[in-house]
C-alpha cells in the first residue's frame, strides 16, 4: 500500500508541475493545447541532453526552454495574431510531436547516464510539492503579480485600462506554463520512466489540461488531482500482475474514462458553480477596437 | 526612440486571400520542414523529389479518401465553433462496429452490395453515436469538448485493442493481433488499373466525393446550415434569433462524428479486410484531418481539395521513412507548420501591421 502510494507521487509529479503552469497560462486567458506537445518535447529534448551531457538537471532545463519556446509561438501566433487559441494549440501539438520524433528518433532506448532518483525521499517529495503548490498559489492571489495575470484572463479591458499591458502578461505567461510543461516532460522520462522510446509521455498533456479544470484553476487542489491520476497510473501496473492480471488494454483506458468521468461529475453536478473558468479564456484580446 | 507596434483591420480582407492564404501556408511549411529535415541528415532535395513523386501515385488518393471525409465532417462542426478534436476515436468506432457486424451478423451468402450498405450504416451510426456522446455533454453539461472528445480517441483505442489482442483475434491469425479475414462478400472492390491492384477502394472514394457536395450544399444552401453558420460567427445572436444551440451541436457533432465512421468502415473494409491494431486503423488520419478542414478554409470543397493535398503529404510521410532514417512521425512537423502559418497568414490578409517610430 505504502509502495503504491509513493508511486503515485511519483507518477504524478509530472502532472502537477504542468498543471500548474498551465493554469497560470489559463488565469492569464490563453488557453494553450500545445501542452501535450511540449510535455512529449520536454520528454525528448531532456532525454537527449542528459544522454550527451551526463547531467539530468541540464536536462530538466533544456526540456523548459524547449517548451518556452512553443509557448511563446503559441503566445505570438494567439495573442499577437489573434489566431484561434485551440487551432495554434493543436497545431503546436503536432509540430511538437513531430521535432520529438526527429530529435530522439536516433537514440531510441539508449539507457541513461543518470536519473533524478525520487524513490526514497517521496515523503520528502509530497512536501516540497505541497509547498510549491502554495507558493504559486500565494504569488497568484495575493501578489499583485498575480494579480495582473488574472486580471487580463477576466476582463482584459479594464486591465489594460489600468496600465496593465495585456499582450505581454499573456504571452509571458503562456511562455512560462510552456516552460513548466517542458520541465514537467523532461521529468517524466529523468525521474519516472527513466527511458525514451517514440512517443513517451503522450496523452500525459491532456490529463493534465483536464487537471487544470477539476482543480478550477487553483494551484492549490492541484496536487489533489495530480496524485489521484497518479494514483490511477501506479494502480494499473499493479493490476496488471498476479492475483489480479487484468487486461493491460482496459486498464490503459481507465486514466482516460477517469478523467471524462471526473469531468462530467464537476460539470454536472452542483460543485459546479466554484468552478469558474477565467472568464476571458480563449478570447482573443482586440485593443484597438476600442479606439475606432 | 521608441518602436511601436499596432495593428488595424483591413477595411476587406487582401484579394485572392482565399488561394493565397493556403498556397502561402503551403510553402513556408515545405521549406520549414525541409529545413529540419537537412538538419537531421536527410539531403535537402529527396522531400521535394518524393512529394513530387506522391502527386500522381494512387496512395496518395487512398489515404486522402478517410482525410476527406473527416475533414469535410471538421470543417462543418468548426464552422459552428464545435471544437471535435475525436475524429480519431469516430474513425475507430466506425471501424470496430462495422467490423463486429461483418464477423458475426452478416450471413455469408448475403449481396455484397446490401451487405456494404448495412455496413457503411452501422459505421455512420456509431461514429455519429461517439460524436453526439460528446456533444450532449457539451449542450447540457458544458463539458469541454475538446477533452471530452479526445479522451473518447484514447478509450476507444484502447478498447479496440484490448479487442484484437483479446476476444477478437483471430483463430487463423498465427497468434498475431488482429481479427480473422471478413467473409468476402462484405469486401469493398478495390480499383484495379490493368493487372495493377490498387489499394484504392472504389466505393469509399466515390463516397469521399459526392460528400463534400452534399455537405456544401448543407452548410450553405438550407435552414440547418444556416444555422451551423450563425451559432459559429455569433452564439449572441443565435441566442436572440431563436436558434436552439444544442440542437446545431447535436448535430455538428453527427455529422462529423458519422462522416470519421464511414472513413473507418473504407479503411478496414476497403484495404484491410480485418480489424487490426488502433494504431494501423486510424494511423493519425483523424487528427491529420483538422488541418484538412483548416485548409480547406472551413470550407467542404475546399476540404475535397485540401484532403487530396495532404493525402500527397501523408503519402510521402510514409515513403520518406522508407528510405530515409526519419520516422513517420516526422510528417508533424510539416502538418504542424501548415496549420500554424494557415492561422498566421489569415490573420495578416485581415489586419495590416503599422510600425511606428516614436521619438
Keep these: 500500500m505504502l509502495e503504491l502510494v509513493a508511486r503515485a507521487i511519483i507518477a504524478g509529479t509530472p502532472l502537477l508541475i504542468a498543471s500548474i503552469g498551465e493554469i497560470y497560462t489559463e488565469r492569464s486567458g490563453v488557453l494553450n493545447l500545445g501542452l501535450e506537445g511540449i510535455f512529449v518535447l520536454g520528454a525528448a529534448t531532456s532525454f537527449v541532453t542528459t544522454l550527451y551531457t551526463g547531467n539530468a538537471y541540464l536536462g530538466l532545463l533544456v526540456g523548459g526552454i524547449f517548451g518556452a519556446f512553443i509557448g511563446f509561438l503559441h503566445g505570438i501566433v494567439s495573442v499577437s495574431f489573434r489566431g484561434r487559441q485551440v487551432v495554434s494549440g493543436l497545431a503546436l501539438t503536432m509540430f511538437s510531436y513531430g521535432l520529438a520524433s526527429l530529435i530522439g528518433k536516433s537514440e531510441v532506448g539508449k539507457p541513461l547516464p543518470t536519473y533524478i532518483y525520487v524513490g526514497d525521499i517521496w515523503m520528502e517529495l509530497i512536501a516540497i510539492e505541497i509547498l510549491i503548490a502554495v507558493a504559486f498559489w500565494y504569488i497568484l492571489f495575493k501578489l499583485k503579480l498575480g494579480a495582473s495575470i488574472r486580471s487580463v484572463g477576466d476582463n482584459p479591458n479594464a486591465a489594460e485600462a489600468l496600465g496593465v499591458d495585456v499582450v505581454k502578461v499573456r504571452i509571458l505567461s503562456t511562455v512560462f506554463g510552456s516552460f513548466m510543461g517542458g520541465v514537467a516532460g523532461a521529468w517524466y522520462i529523468l525521474g519516472y520512466i527513466q527511458v525514451w522510446t517514440e512517443g513517451a509521455g503522450m496523452g500525459r498533456g491532456w490529463i493534465a489540461l483536464a487537471i487544470v479544470i477539476v482543480s478550477a484553476w487553483n494551484p492549490l487542489l492541484a496536487p489533489v488531482f495530480s496524485f489521484l491520476f497518479g494514483g490511477i497510473e501506479a494502480a494499473l501496473w499493479r493490476f496488471q500482475l498476479p492475483p489480479y492480471n487484468l487486461d493491460p488494454y482496459l486498464l490503459g483506458a481507465l486514466p482516460y474514462l477517469a478523467t471524462l468521468v471526473i469531468l462530467f461529475m464537476f460539470m454536472a453536478t452542483p460543485i459546479k458553480k466554484y468552478f469558474r473558468p477565467p472568464a476571458s479564456l480563449g478570447e482573443p484580446f482586440y485593443k484597438e477596437e476600442r479606439t475606432i | ?359
Design chain 2, 1 to 359: 526612440m521608441k518602436i511601436e507596434l499596432s495593428i488595424k483591420r483591413r477595411p476587406r480582407e487582401l484579394p485572392y486571400s482565399n488561394i493565397i492564404v493556403p498556397m502561402g501556408s503551403i510553402i513556408i511549411s515545405l521549406i520549414v520542414s525541409d529545413i529540419l529535415l537537412v538538419l537531421s541528415g536527410v539531403d535537402p532535395m529527396v522531400f521535394f523529389i518524393v512529394l513530387a513523386d506522391s502527386f500522381l501515385s494512387f496512395s496518395s488518393i487512398r489515404y486522402a479518401i478517410p482525410l476527406i471525409l473527416s475533414g469535410v465532417g471538421l470543417a462543418i462542426a468548426y464552422k459552428a465553433n464545435v471544437w471535435n478534436i475525436g475524429a480519431e476515436g469516430q474513425i475507430l468506432a466506425g471501424a470496430l462496429a462495422a467490423s463486429g457486424v461483418a464477423l458475426f451478423y452478416i450471413p455469408p451468402d448475403m449481396n455484397p452490395v446490401t451487405a456494404a450498405v448495412v455496413l457503411y450504416v452501422i459505421g455512420f451510426s456509431a461514429g455519429a453515436g461517439l460524436g453526439l456522446l460528446a456533444g450532449i455533454l457539451k449542450a447540457r453539461f458544458n463539458v469541454n469538448e475538446v477533452l471530452s472528445t479526445l479522451m473518447l480517441n484514447y478509450i476507444l483505442m484502447q478498447i479496440v485493442n484490448y479487442l484484437v489482442y483479446g476476444p477478437w483475434r483471430g483463430v487463423r491469425e498465427y497468434g498475431y493481433p488482429r481479427t480473422d479475414i471478413f467473409p468476402d462478400n462484405v469486401w469493398l472492390p478495390q480499383l484495379i488499373i490493368g493487372d495493377m491492384r490498387t489499394t484504392v477502394n472504389i466505393p469509399t472514394l466515390a463516397i469521399s466525393l459526392i460528400i463534400p457536395f452534399l455537405m456544401y450544399f448543407l452548410l450553405f444552401k438550407t435552414k440547418w446550415g444556416y444555422e451551423i453558420r450563425v451559432v459559429g460567427s455569433n452564439p449572441n445572436a443565435a441566442e436572440y434569433g431563436g436558434i436552439n444551440t444544442g440542437k446545431v451541436i447535436a448535430l455538428t457533432m453527427i455529422i462529423s462524428g458519422g462522416l470519421a465512421g464511414i472513413a473507418g468502415v473504407g479503411e478496414v473494409l476497403g484495404i484491410y479486410r480485418q480489424l487490426i491494431r488502433a494504431e494501423r486503423v486510424s494511423a493519425g488520419f483523424g487528427y491529420t484531418a483538422i488541418i484538412v478542414a483548416w485548409l480547406g478554409k472551413l470550407n467542404p470543397i475546399g476540404a475535397l481539395i485540401a484532403g487530396y493535398f495532404i493525402g500527397v503529404l501523408v503519402s510521402a510521410g510514409y515513403t520518406l521513412q522508407i528510405i530515409s532514417r526519419i520516422s513517420y512521425g516526422a510528417i508533424n512537423v510539416v502538418t504542424g507548420i501548415l496549420l500554424l502559418s494557415l492561422i498566421s497568414l489569415d490573420f495578416i490578409s485581415k489586419y495590416k501591421p503599422i510600425v511606428k517610430v516614436v521619438r
